[in-house]
């Protein structure tokens, strides 16, 4: 049964960038082209977003935290609004990486002192602050509005010039290779999240384990986050609708956490740009369909 509903998903992955690629009231053989991008990046957006929400979840044992929620995604814009100011856009993925581990930072010194349940508040906390403050350091800088709203709410139509596609290949390529090293670790996070006594009982060193998921989730985050914008709520929902279909544990709940993040993002950027005639950031929709679902989850059970 875990076979075929592992194959429905990859079916429906399938699917989503079908229909990312021709979802739309207008197309031509040059649209093709310029979606093929979108597909491109909203692919490595979702497997990044999901894979480490999904690792997250594990290593602070919550199930509502992830990149979004720690407010990681936050301080990586603010970097990235740290880069304008500085007018050092070329290196924005270094700023965005410098914002994403000032909270990492902040959320390893205070993980042990605060009750797990109100990681994610303080991560929402951080979150805001950082955002508020990139929209101040925006504004500063001179910036348009248009990159200011993309950064906060995120976009897959960024790169749409030929000569992009090496920075494209080089977002792809560190992702996947994050998502590796994720892998590499799944039976650490597993025993982490049974909690730290039988953590250790089992030979793994959950504090180390913390930090060093912590560590690779901020610099994937960022990554994305300098690219395409802050796209929220990925690795909650991917997570729970694994969980939903009995995965659980193991490399397939790391590893489809982020194919399930991807047919989230290209079903979202597709549906948006159909439905409505326009073309929405992807970070929007997501929004819209996450936040309820983020609800829920606070008030169940």
Known sequence: MSSRRKLLLIVLLLFAVVFELVAGRVFSGYILVLRSIRVI???TS????????AALQRVYNNPLAD??????????VFGVALAEILKMPALDFLWALLGSALVGVLLLATVR???R????VMGIGLGMFFSSVAVLLFM??????????YALWGTLGRFYEYGDLIPIALITAVSFVGLIYLLLYDRDMDAVSLGEEEALALGYDPRLTVVRITVVSAVLVALITSFVGIIGFVGIMSAHILRGIGIREGKSFYLFSGIVGSILVLLSDGIGRLVLGIDPPVGIIMSIVGAPFFVYLTTRK
């Open 117 to 120: 349940i109100l990681i994610p």
């Open 113 to 115: 002192r605060v009750d």
């Open 67 to 76: 990149g979004y929620i720690l407010g990681i995604s936050g301080g990586a």
């Open 41 to 43: 990046l909203g692919l």
């Open 46 to 53: 979702g497997v990044v977003l999901g894979s480490t929400g």
């Open 140 to 149: 500063m800088a001179g910036v348009e509005a248009s990159r200011t709203f």
